[in-house]
């Protein structure tokens, strides 16, 4: 009888322990990137954040402030997997930016923390520098450059036009 309560006890503390320690041991990777490092002041950078989990919870995720950066689209996806009994949960978050002035702007690193977890991930920082835009020989921006080129584009065809009958002809 008294084995049985002593066994019954060790089988809980056991599972307590695996519950109560099963997040620290949570996989969390956590990825940034950026497509350019090195941008005219009309131009664009994206930069992307990946973090990947095994956690149930998801985690909680500081995104860097992009100081001297406009924020000018931003998209998020979230994918759950499950394969060989595990859960992995992905989070990606993708940011188009536009410089505000010339000059070099560090964009810091993100963080993700874990609820039970007293750490934190980080991702690393980038450093970006803005040029001074260049334009053509006109003095056009490269946006009015790029619409003046599409003139020796071929026109497409005219839409087709109901006729009097009320058919549309070929």
Do not use: C, W
């Not at 394969?83 to 993100?110: C, D, M, N, Y």
Request: hydrophobic share 35%; aromatic share 6%.
């Amino acid at each position: 009888m008294y084995a049985k309560k002593v066994m019954k006890r060790y089988i809980l503390g056991v599972i307590f322990l695996l519950i109560l320690l099963g997040p620290v041991y949570a996989e969390i990777s956590i990825k940034a990137e950026v497509d350019k490092v090195s941008i005219p002041s009309n131009g664009k950078v994206t930069y992307k954040l990946t973090v990947t989990t095994s956690e149930a919870h998801l985690p909680v995720v500081q995104i860097p402030t992009f100081g001297g950066f406009n924020i000018i689209s931003r998209g998020d996806s979230t994918a759950v997997t499950f394969a060989r009994g595990q859960r992995k949960t992905t989070l990606v978050s993708l940011f188009v930016l536009s410089p505000k002035s010339t000059g070099k702007f560090k964009i810091e690193p993100s963080v993700v923390k874990l609820k039970l977890r007293p750490t934190a991930n980080k991702s690393e920082g980038f450093e970006i520098e803005v040029t001074a835009a260049e334009s053509d020989e006109e003095g056009m921006s490269s946006a009015e450059s790029d619409e003046e080129g599409m003139s020796d584009l071929p026109k497409p065809p005219p839409l087709n036009t109901p006729s009097s009958s009320g058919q549309a002809t070929l």
